[in-house]
T-cell receptor
Framework: GAGVSQSPSNKVTEKGKDVELRCDPI?????LYWYRQSLGQGLEFLIY????????KSGLPSDRFSAERTGGSVSTLTIQRTQQEDSAVYLC?????????????????FGPGTRLTVL | GDSVTQMEGPVTLSEEAFLTINCTYT??????LFWYVQYPGEGLQLLLK?????DKGSNKGFEATYRKETTSFHLEKGSVQVSDSAVYFC????????FGKGTRLHILP
């Protein structure tokens, strides 16, 4: 069975360019999460989707960051006018949703990540 | 706000040594607690979890006990193997998952 997949696996871009990162969650998982893993900073929550809506965008670091999800499946994280401090590994995870709603715990399955380098 | 603090690495041990990776948390509610592991070249995987005070999570010889009185969830293993070399993340979930910064573990043969 397929796990969470992300593309590209590596992306090198120049400062000021826009980038799009893609996440394909596990089939049937309604919840999807984006995280950022920076060197020495651990994992930083960015945004959470339930279906196609994003009830929690609190982790997006600036208005240059946006994400969408269509068809309750694939999600795209877009970073506009990239800066060097955006360099990190961007991780996507998906999970099913428990009966108590988004706050109930169902295991998150992580993708391999996209390593973004902004020159 | 909620936070997780775990010991900084890298931690280097010889095979068959006893392992402890400390983790403490701050939370306003009653979070669930987790340890995730990231093996070289692989994605994050859930290692173990505990959902309430005094629960013990265990998997692959690793254990961690949810200690509300000390707000801790230390990871332990009695005899580590080279294959345990990885980065370990402590995490809590209240309304969202919050991760610690990770501890890199090196096991020498």
């Amino acid at each position: 069975g397929a796990g969470v997949s992300q593309s590209p696996s590596n992306k090198v871009t120049e400062k000021g360019k826009d980038v799009e990162l893609r996440c394909d969650p596990i089939s049937g998982h309604t919840a999807l999460y984006w995280y950022r893993q920076s060197l020495g900073q651990g994992l930083e929550f960015l945004i959470y989707f339930q279906g196609n809506s994003a009830p929690d965008k609190s982790g997006l670091p600036s208005d240059r960051f946006s994400a969408e999800r269509t068809g309750g499946s694939v999600s795209t994280l877009t970073i506009q006018r990239t800066q060097q401090e955006d360099s990190a590994v961007y991780l996507c995870a998906s999970s099913s949703v428990g009966t108590s709603g988004p706050s109930s715990y169902n295991e998150q399955f992580f993708g391999p990540g996209t390593r973004l380098t902004v020159l | 706000g909620d936070s997780v603090t775990q010991m900084e690495g890298p931690v280097t041990l010889s095979e068959e040594a006893f392992l402890t990776i400390n983790c403490t948390y701050t939370a306003t509610g009653y979070p669930s607690l987790f340890w995730y592991v990231q093996y070289p070249g692989e994605g994050l995987q859930l290692l173990l979890k505990a959902t309430k005070a005094d629960d013990k999570g265990s998997n692959k010889g690793f254990e961690a006990t949810y200690r509300k009185e000390t707000t801790s969830f230390h990871l332990e293993k009695g005899s580590v193997q080279v294959s345990d070399s990885a980065v370990y993340f402590c995490a809590l979930r209240d309304d969202k998952i919050i991760f610690g910064k990770g501890t890199r573990l090196h096991i020498l043969p």
